[in-house]
């Protein structure tokens, strides 16, 4: 049992990964939408969410060419409840998980097949676009 809890330990001991956490409180993500809130690279991002897997803290899904990520829904792990009640009560009014949501909005207006293939790039010419839209100013 200390090695189950060692590794859930080791897996929010990681400011990214606890930023993967509370970005997917509110549902699943998509690979490419969670990379572009972290502005990681897709290798790391890909890393971080094995590690969170591995400990029994997230599921995942496959659409076609997307995999979508969410937070366990069944116990893989004993300590996993704990540990994502833990993240989500202590991190509640934390300013860069608070930003992580501010950008998450933008990634949710952009689709994610247009996410995926222009990455961060494609929440900027998304704003472009709405600027520029119904004669607002360009």
């Given at each position: ?49 094995a ?22 829904e ?29 950008v ?35």
């Amino acid at each position: 049992m200390l090695e189950t809890f060692e590794t859930v330990a080791k897996a929010v001991a990681d400011p990214s990964r606890v930023r993967i956490l509370k970005l997917l409180e509110n549902g699943e993500l998509c690979v490419c939408q969670i990379t572009t809130v972290l502005d990681l690279a897709p290798a790391t991002v890909s890393k971080h969410l094995a590690a969170l897997k591995t400990a029994g803290l997230l599921q995942q899904r496959r659409d076609g060419k997307w995999v979508y990520y969410r937070l366990a829904e069944r116990d893989f792990n004993a300590y996993a409840r704990s540990f994502l009640d833990l993240v989500g009560a202590s991190m509640k009014d934390d300013p860069t998980t608070a930003e992580d949501r501010r950008v998450l909005a933008l990634v949710n207006a952009v689709p994610v097949q247009v996410l995926c293939d222009q990455g961060r790039a494609a929440l900027f010419s998304n704003a472009q676009a709405q600027s520029t839209c119904c004669g607002g100013p360009p």
